[in-house]
């Protein structure tokens, strides 16, 4: 069984209105909104501080040494970006 904690939460009245507004017609309650809510934000936080750590552990120098070494063969036509997106 999964352990939870209670948190009392003070929303203002338009904030709470409106997440009851979603809740209802998603039909959850507001406490799924809310825990998904914070879910998603701390997974969004967690990533950015995923990649920022790679940022700093980064070799540049070495990655563009790769990016513009000889060799390899030329793009497939059907690998090419559209005219309309290019």
């Known amino acids: 069984m999964k352990q939870t904690s209670t948190y009392p939460l003070r929303l203002p009245a338009s904030l ?3 997440v009851a507004e979603i809740s209802r ?3 959850t309650s507001i406490n799924q909104f809310v825990a998904m809510a914070v879910a998603e934000k ?3 936080m967690k990533t950015a501080e995923f990649f920022a750590l790679r940022r700093d552990e980064a070799d540049v120098e070495a990655a563009l040494r790769i990016l513009r070494r000889a060799g390899g063969a030329p793009a497939d036509p059907d690998d090419a970006v559209p005219e309309e997106l290019g």
């Open 16 to 18: 709470k209105a409106v």
């Open 25 to 27: 017609e998603e039909g």
């Open 42 to 44: 701390v997974s969004a």
